[in-house]
């Protein structure tokens, strides 16, 4: 049924000269696919489903509960919409069969006296073949589009957007794990299918054998884009309304082209992949130059690494990072120097010029990089550039669950304490203070050398001890630490101890 062409109620009522009006529309755009005629109490068991059942009679049910049995067996066999013809079993439309249509949701049509069913079904006939050659027309203008359009360096993207704008939908192509690979909007579509995009992918996810999701706020389909014979990715289209024919066999064709782009853009970002990531480690060693080289080579349309860059490093799945790469790569212009990056270990590790930063972190608010975690460190100069990667790989520890991005700068701004981590100095504290649990005068003796630096006078007077006292419990206390207080080391590791204790 979804294979043919069909036309709306609404188009067909727009035609003043077949002599018809609606009684009832709740849905005027419902699809019509044939027209049928009968006179049968139960014609619903003979036909498919979206023909405009035509009828003089309806079977005349007997009162109330039978027409309303009536319209409902209708509805439960996909008829949508029911035209009554007049001046041959009744003058006008039967009161209950109005109220039928009404409390069961089926469109009434009211066909006058002088229009034949015949001449009505020839004007659907025709409406519909109308139909389909538009859509042969439009297939053909779009597939032309299409092939150009994967020509272009990012043919996947752009591919995209044309087939969106094109079938008047919001497409995306997702990989395997649901991640989003490329998408755009129709300017035409004029309600957000964001929403139903998310949930019929969430049910496909769960059965990939249900290419077709229709919901109240829309319709959408999936088609699988092939690589040497497999599933490597899904092209997903939404509408808020029925898609026609043509509609859903641009969606084959575009798959094609997308399998062919990817395959590309897979092996061009491999041959760039390499060149980032041995220019990096060439701008790290602080060969600019030749790091310069690698880099006009993967950006030819880029300016010269100059300027400042921040360095961020960045972890999480390794699929999440590499469209994240996709991402800053395409926020590069003619207007500002590249990027570069290079993976890591178990991270991301980026050169960010100055300018496209904003840029660059404004993907962390987006709901598909919700699990990466970033660290961002100071600008430098692209010739002091290793500078800052320590500062980066520091703010990346005080990342979590409540702080998705965190700055070098504004951390070593608040201060030590900051700089080490809350988790951190607590952990450090109890292990350091272990051996004085019990010794609140020890403790207390502790408290007061870091606070007057050493000096036992005061810490005598503080404690209303005799200096001889002091002493003694000093020698104490640096025994249970194990420690020597008169080195430097000790005294801040005291210092982190006794702050630890209230993290």
């Given at each position: ?14 035609r ?16 019509l ?18 023909e ?39 003058d ?39 139909e ?76 990939t ?49 997308i399998?062919?782009?990817l ?80 993976f ?5 590790e980026?050169a ?30 692209i ?7 320590s ?20 951390i ?48 005598a ?43």
């Amino acid at each position: 049924m979804h294979n043919v062409h069909m036309i709306t109620v609404q188009a067909l009522l727009g035609r003043p000269h077949l002599h018809i009006q609606s009684l009832w529309c709740p849905n005027p755009l419902a699809k019509l696919r044939w027209v049928a005629t009968s006179e049968q109490i139960n014609p619903a068991a003979f036909l498919e489903g979206n023909e405009l059942l035509l009828t003089t009679s309806a079977g005349n049910p007997e009162g109330e509960a039978g027409w309303l049995e009536y319209a409902q067996r209708l509805v439960a066999g996909g008829i949508t919409t029911l035209g009554f013809g007049l001046g041959f079993s009744h003058d006008k439309v039967p009161p209950l069969l109005v109220q039928a249509a009404r409390e069961s949701g089926l469109n009434l049509i009211e066909v006058a006296a002088d229009q034949s069913f015949v001449a009505l079904s020839q004007e659907v006939a025709r409406m519909i073949e109308t139909e389909a050659t538009s859509g042969k027309y439009k297939l053909s203008a779009l597939q032309q589009r299409l092939i150009r359009a994967s020509a272009q360096p990012r043919g996947a993207e752009i591919i995209t957007a044309e087939l969106a704008r094109g079938i008047g939908a919001r497409v995306i192509i997702r990989d395997k794990a649901g991640r989003t690979i490329a998408q755009s909007v129709a300017p035409t579509v004029t309600v957000d299918l964001e929403d139903l995009a998310a949930e019929a992918w969430e049910g496909f996810s769960a059965n990939t054998a249900q290419l077709s999701f229709e919901t109240a706020e829309g319709y959408c389909l999936f088609t699988p884009i092939n690589a040497l014979g497999k599933e490597t990715a899904w092209l997903q289209a939404c509408w808020s309304v029925f898609p026609q024919p043509w509609q859903q066999q641009a969606l084959s064709q575009a798959s094609l082209l997308i399998a062919s782009a990817l395959a590309n853009s897979r092996f061009v970002a491999s041959y760039q992949g390499r060149l980032l990531q041995r220019a990096f480690e060439l701008l790290l060693s602080g060969e600019l130059g030749a790091a310069q080289i690698l880099t006009e080579m993967a950006f030819p349309l880029s300016r010269a690494l100059s300027g400042r860059y921040v360095p961020v490093v960045v972890t999480g799945e390794e699929g999440d990072l590499r469209v994240l790469t996709a991402r800053v790569e395409r926020a590069v212009t003619k207007s500002m120097p590249p990027p570069l990056w290079r993976f890591h270990a178990s991270h991301l590790e980026m050169a960010i010029p100055v300018a496209a930063l904003p840029l660059t972190l404004s993907n962390f608010s987006r709901k598909e990089f919700s699990a990466l975690r970033a660290g961002v460190g100071q600008e430098y100069p692209i010739s002091r550039f290793s500078t800052g990667l320590s500062g980066a790989r520091q703010a990346l520890r005080h990342t979590g669950n409540t702080q998705q991005v965190a700055r070098w700068e504004e951390i070593s701004r608040s201060g030590l304490m900051q700089v080490i981590g809350r988790e951190t100095a607590a952990a450090f504290s109890g292990q350091f203070l272990r051996p004085l649990r019990g010794e609140t005068d020890l403790l207390a003796l502790l408290e007061q050398y870091v606070a007057t630096k050493g000096n036992r006078q005061q810490m005598a007077q503080n404690l209303g001890l005799h200096r001889n006292t002091v002493a003694t419990r000093l020698e104490k206390l640096q025994n249970k630490l194990g420690i020597n207080l008169a080195e430097a080391g000790a005294q801040a590791s005291a210092w982190v101890a006794l702050q630890g204790r209230d993290s």
